[in-house]
């Protein structure tokens, strides 16, 4: 398996999370309560799935890959995905903060926080998987040679284990299909 088609199935749960996202912010809205178990474990898939493990592999072996082949960094689309994943970090900061928040003082405050966050950063992430899918990994795919994809995927395989392990791997597959079940 190329290494560009390894993110881009982890693209496909991301944007599964970010659907369910999204619908929670709107039920939010109309209900004015959330379940706040819900949002914390979303917080973790985020955290570990797409952050550490998923980006870690972008940040630490494809774009230095991608690097080396000639694409630039600076003011390139390495560098413009280096910033969505840093704003994206602040939008997930800000949503454990408003869990946290109405955890404790249960305020209309803390759910327009939530809101904001989950509305955000499913907007910033659905767009930076659009350019990844679309642009980057193009780019990836025709400057890397087919080692070089082999060499990442494999690669690609022990940051999955490293960071969040087979049975993690497979547990936030399910709970992302639970959460479909509910919101979507």
């Known amino acids: 398996m190329k290494a560009t088609a390894d993110l881009?199935?982890?693209?496909?749960?991301?944007?599964?999370?970010?659907?369910v996202m999204t619908a929670i912010s709107k039920r939010i809205r109309t209900e004015n309560k959330v379940d706040t178990d819900h949002i914390e474990k979303i917080i973790d898939f985020l955290k570990n799935f797409a952050d550490k493990?998923?980006?870690g592999k972008e940040e630490e072996l494809l774009f230095p890959a991608m690097e080396k082949a000639g694409i630039p960094n600076e003011g390139g689309p390495i560098g413009?995905?280096?910033?969505?994943?840093?704003?994206?970090?602040?939008?997930?900061?800000?949503?454990l903060n408003s869990v946290e928040n109405y955890k404790t003082s249960g305020s209309?405050?803390?759910?327009?926080?939530?809101?904001y966050n989950l509305e955000n950063y499913a907007e910033l992430l659905s767009q930076h998987i659009d350019k990844e899918n679309h642009i980057l990994f193009m780019i990836a795919d025709s400057v890397l040679t087919e080692a070089q994809q082999d060499l990442l995927y494999n690669e690609f395989e022990k940051v999955v284990e490293e960071?969040?392990?087979e049975e993690k791997f497979i547990e936030y597959h399910e709970l992302i299909q639970n959460l479909k079940k509910i919101y979507l």
């Open 108 to 115: 209309d405050t803390s759910l327009q926080d939530m809101i």
């Open 80 to 95: 413009m995905m280096l910033q969505d994943h840093t704003e994206g970090r602040g939008y997930i900061a800000g949503l």
């Open 53 to 55: 493990s998923h980006h």
């Open 8 to 19: 881009k199935n982890d693209h496909e749960s991301i944007l599964l999370m970010l659907q």
């Open 163 to 165: 960071r969040i392990g």
